[in-house]
Every structure is written in structure tokens, then in C-alpha cells.
T-cell receptor, first 116, second 114 residues
Framework: AQKVTQAQTEISVVEKEDVTLDCVYE???????LFWYKQPPSGELVFLIR??????QNEISGRYSWNFQKSTSSFNFTITASQVVDSAVYFC?????????????FGQGTELSVKP | GAGVSQSPSNKVTEKGKDVELRCDPI?????LYWYRQRLGQGLEFLIY????????KSGLPSDRFSAERTGESVSTLTIQRTQQEDSAVYLC????????????FGPGTRLTVL
């Protein structure tokens, strides 16, 4: 069975603070992909990143960084120097490489509120 | 280029009525997905189309739900005899033929069943 858990339902920070969104996943597959999507108040999901299970190198994109640790089945997302525009619901998702259909298994989402 | 589009953006219907939701994928994308997002929840997979292959319907919650796709173009999700628990945002996503891994989402249709 596959499962994604985002234990933090809501997080509130003040602008310029760093914030980490946690994601823990479960899968029996040895090859899989992990994703993060952002859902701003407008509602449309925005793709942020995709990582495959063979690549544990952490990635940085501007103020965003991702820490993938296979040993703990975690794929955490950090926003450095948060801004009000970062306020959104963030979803972590899992897809098995050999999953027929390619469906994504989503976590429940973490609502991030960045206050000025 | 144009993204995934969905119509209508909002739909209010009465319990027991049928509804049709439409999705226009990104041109050239061979894979198309439907998901449902209940208020405050994550996305639940409903159905997947890939080219001319048989669709993966494993996520459809009941036989009141069905979907069609003509070739690699528009898809329609139909909900018959709607129930209040069907109220949700229905999201469509498509992905390109080179990689089926990254799905690009439309803005969704917010369905409210009274």
C-alpha cells in the first residue's frame, strides 16, 4: 500500500522566517517518484518539484529546498525567508514508477500562512 | 502555452440531478487524470486515460461516476443522481508523452450539491 502523511495541518509564520513542511511516505516499491505541489488561494495546483527514488541529492531552487531521506522515508520542503506570497496549501505526493496509470497519492496538505 | 482548462468553474445542482464536467488537456498531452478534492482534504484519484488504452477506473467511488475521453482530447466526467457527498472540487490533470510523471493541473470545477 502507498500512503503519504503530512502531519502538519496548518503552519503560521511571520514573513522572513524559515519554515519546513514535513512529508513522510510509505511504499513497497523500490522505484518511485515524489512530488510537491503548491495550491494558492486561487485553487490551481502548481508543480514545484519531482524527485525519483534513486536520487537522494538535496535540491535547492531559490528560496525553496528539498531534503529527501530514504532512510526515514521523508521528503521535507523548506522555504527560506518566507514571503506573504508563499501562503498556500502545499501537497506532497507519491507515484510508483511501475504504477499502472501513474496516479498520484497525495497527502492531506499543509496550509501555510505567512503573515507580514 | 495554454494550460489545462476545465468547465464550468462552478456548478450548483440539486440532489438527484446528473452533471457533466469537462476537461481540455494541454495540447499534445497523452495522459489525462481526474481527481476529487473534498473541502480541506487532499486529492483523491478517480480515473486515468492514456492514449487508446483502457482507462484505469480504480478510483471511481461508485457506478454513478463515469468518464469518457475521445482520443487524446477532451474528457467528460459524468456524475449521475448526484448526492450531497459528491460536493467537492473536481480537478483534471494531463501529462506529456515523453514523461508521464509530471502532471499539470487545471483550475478545477467546484461542484455543490444542494
Amino acid at each position: 500500500a502507498q500512503k503519504v502523511t503530512q502531519a502538519q495541518t496548518e503552519i503560521s509564520v511571520v514573513e522572513k522566517e524559515d519554515v519546513t513542511l514535513d512529508c513522510v511516505y510509505e511504499t513497497r516499491d523500490t522505484t518511485y517518484y515524489l512530488f510537491w505541489y503548491k495550491q494558492p488561494p486561487s485553487g490551481e495546483l502548481v508543480f514545484l518539484i519531482r524527485r525519483n527514488s534513486f536520487d537522494e541529492q538535496n535540491e535547492i531552487s531559490g528560496r525553496y529546498s528539498w531534503n529527501f531521506q530514504k532512510s526515514t522515508s521523508s521528503f521535507n520542503f523548506t522555504i527560506t525567508a518566507s514571503q506573504v506570497v508563499d501562503s498556500a496549501v502545499y501537497f506532497c505526493a507519491l507515484r510508483a514508477y511501475y504504477n499502472q496509470g501513474g496516479k498520484l497519492i497525495f497527502g492531506q496538505g499543509t496550509e501555510l500562512s505567512v503573515k507580514p | 502555452g495554454a494550460g489545462v482548462s476545465q468547465s464550468p468553474s462552478n456548478k450548483v445542482t440539486e440532489k438527484g440531478k446528473d452533471v457533466e464536467l469537462r476537461c481540455d488537456p494541454i495540447s499534445g498531452h497523452t495522459a489525462l487524470y481526474w481527481y476529487r478534492q473534498r473541502l480541506g482534504q487532499g486529492l483523491e484519484f478517480l480515473i486515468y486515460f492514456q492514449g487508446n488504452s483502457a482507462p484505469d477506473k480504480s478510483g471511481l467511488p461508485s457506478d454513478r461516476f463515469s468518464a469518457e475521453r475521445t482520443g487524446e482530447s477532451v474528457s467528460t466526467l459524468t456524475i449521475q443522481r448526484t448526492q450531497q457527498e459528491d460536493s467537492a472540487v473536481y480537478l483534471c490533470a494531463s501529462s506529456p508523452p515523453v514523461s508521464t510523471d509530471t502532471q499539470y493541473f487545471g483550475p478545477g470545477t467546484r461542484l455543490t450539491v444542494l
